[in-house]
């Protein structure tokens, strides 16, 4: 899968995705991450890419002419049906279904915003999504891009070293994941529960289940009504009110 960044500060788009488990990915070409820098596509000889807005307020508006601009010189490369993602506090908050969604394509533009935002117009003309990571205002687009591309990249085939590795991780079956330990057996007074030495897998199994249950119920209970859950898990979930 490719994703393509449209930003002002590219370096800090590459910089701070070369690292770890997307890094290994990229070296094993199982994605590639494109940071597209916008001002190269300025038309004022000292790079500017933004002014005032029209009607007044604080602050610059990014331009329509080099956002476009960079669009259009990657849109060749893009498949048919390629989306173009905004970052903005205004989109749908994102969650693991539209990272879901977002990983079975063959490609992405992200766009990333800074100032007082992005003129409308270049919206209207490219954007196709509009995506927030949370309630709260960033200085720019760039961190919330980079939280989507590693969200999304992870659920591509090959790069995660094992299949499983994702699929019992919080919110991938709309619950939270259970308590996880490793060694040693005790730190601070504090055991390792017995079970998980006992090597009873269908127990242990039965176990994680129960404590993913609890956990979402305690801490999120939003989420259990779209979990699925059997008569006998709803049976269990009562217990843990009472």
């Known amino acids: ?99 879901q969604s977002l990983s079975e394509l063959e490609d992405v533009v992200i766009l990333c915003g800074h100032y007082e935002g992005v003129d409308e117009r270049v919206i209207e003309e490219i954007v196709t999504d509009e995506i927030s990571i949370g309630d709260f205002v960033l200085t720019g687009g760039e961190l919330a891009a980079m939280t989507v591309i590693d969200a999304v990249a992870r659920l591509i085939p090959g790069v995660l070293n094992k299949e499983e590795s994702f699929q019992e991780e919080s919110f991938s079956n709309n619950l939270l994941e259970y308590p996880q330990y490793t060694r040693p057996p005790e730190f601070m007074g504090r055991k390792v529960p017995d079970i998980l030495l006992s090597g009873h897998h269908k127990n242990i199994e039965k176990w994680r289940r129960e404590k993913s249950l609890e956990r979402t119920y305690l801490k999120r209970p939003e989420l259990i009504e779209k979990a699925g859950l059997t008569d006998e898990e709803w049976e269990f979930l009562k217990r843990v009110k009472s």
């Open 1 to 99: 899968m490719k994703f393509y960044v449209l930003t002002l500060f590219p370096d800090m788009i590459m910089d701070g995705l070369n690292h770890s488990i997307i890094k290994r990915a990229c070296d094993d070409g199982a994605i590639c991450i494109e940071a597209i820098d916008i001002r190269d596509f300025s038309n004022n000889k000292h790079r500017h890419v933004d002014d005032y807005p029209y009607g007044g307020g604080a602050g610059m508006v990014m331009q329509p002419q080099p956002i476009y601009d960079a669009y259009m010189s990657i849109k060749p490369k893009l498949s048919e049906n390629c989306p173009v993602v905004y970052m903005t506090p205004q989109g749908k908050t994102f969650k693991q279904e539209k990272a």
